[in-house]
């Protein structure tokens, strides 16, 4: 049994759109959980409507009060009764096969899938390039992926959006609650890679839509405006940041994940604790950054050279 977990929050323009890919599904959902977000416009009258004439089951439940993003997916997920739970965003447009190759996917006895996504502008039409491209996941990485390292990917960056993911439904107990500072689907993805083998499905199984409300986005950025936040960054703020988030992921793994996970997780954490005792003078750093690039902590865990370049430049 297949669960959508869909959340809603004043999605009016684009749910229609969303709702009827999932009635064009080769494989239809057996459950579509809403939780809407306290929305103000027509979205929950749209979802109303849509249960009345949808073939497949439709629970729909509405938060008195704005929960938020990872909050209102904690509870959509939990209210699932499917073994398997597809993730799903209110703006996106899901491919006839998608529920139909992960069905293939999980039948291999992965804990969890996902597939690349189609990057496309208000009106459906294609930008020119794949979320997977925009954040550069290489073949190299997908070749690790398939072999069972994903975790070893997301400590570098996060390459899987949450709406392209489902997983099994044992699984989920330890993916609740998405703390605040964790961005949902960066969660979700990385506490799943820690702690079952994922398939990846290498096609754009949905559209990615791209417009002004976006929470997070996919829009590709220029070389220059990448520069320009690095250079706004303050990096104490930064690092502390990054320290607390991947320290809860820790504790949360304790005594769930494999000890190899648990290394390489330490690792990640060491590499930046390192980073951020950097002296304050950037001619300074220069032994310690040649010394972090030697031992591969930027390689392993960080943007490469682009990281380096954050470390000796950026006060």
């Known amino acids: 049994m297949i669960s959508v977990a869909l959340c809603t929050c004043n999605g009016e323009d684009f749910l229609p759109a969303q709702l009827n890919s ?35 089951v439709v629970n729909l439940y509405r938060n008195k009060k704005r929960m938020g993003i990872g909050a209102n997916f904690n509870r959509a997920i939990d209210l699932c009764s499917g073994e398997i739970i597809a993730v799903c965003d209110q703006d996106d447009v899901w ?4 529920l139909a190759r992960f069905t293939r996917a999980f039948a291999s006895g992965a804990g969890w899938v996902c597939c690349d996504a189609k990057v496309v502008d208000e009106m459906l039409c294609p930008l020119g390039y794949s979320l997977w491209e925009r954040v550069a996941f ?13 975790f070893e990917i997301l400590l570098k960056h996060f390459v899987v959006a949450g709406a392209t993911l489902a997983f099994r439904a044992e699984l989920r107990k330890a993916l609740s609650p998405i703390p605040d500072d964790w961005q949902y689907d960066a969660w979700l993805s990385t506490m799943l890679a820690a702690t079952a083998r994922g398939a990846l499905v290498d096609a754009s199984l949905q559209c990615y839509r791209q417009h002004r409300r976006n929470a997070v986005g996919g829009t ?3 070389f220059s405006s990448d520069i320009r936040a690095a250079f706004s960054l303050d990096r104490n703020a930064h690092y502390q940041h990054e320290l ?6 820790a504790g949360r793994l304790e005594g769930v994940a494999s000890a190899d996970i648990a290394d390489k997780l330490a690792n990640k954490i060491a590499h930046i604790r390192r980073r951020a005792g950097l002296p304050t003078n ?3 750093r220069l032994p310690s950054v040649a010394a972090e690039t030697a031992r591969g902590g930027y390689f392993r865990y960080a943007r490469n050279w682009g990281s380096i370049a954050l470390d000796l430049l950026v006060k």
């Open 244 to 249: 607390s988030r991947w320290s809860k992921l």
């Open 138 to 150: 290489s073949s190299r990485e997908k070749k690790l992926a398939q072999q069972g390292r994903c």
């Open 282 to 284: 950037r001619l300074a």
């Open 95 to 98: 491919m006839p096969e998608k």
């Open 220 to 222: 590709r950025r220029s």
């Open 22 to 56: 999932l009635l064009g599904q080769r494989r239809l959902p057996d459950e579509l959980v809403v939780c809407d977000d306290a929305s103000d416009d027509a979205t929950f009258a749209i979802l109303e409507a849509f249960a009345l004439r949808a073939p497949f």
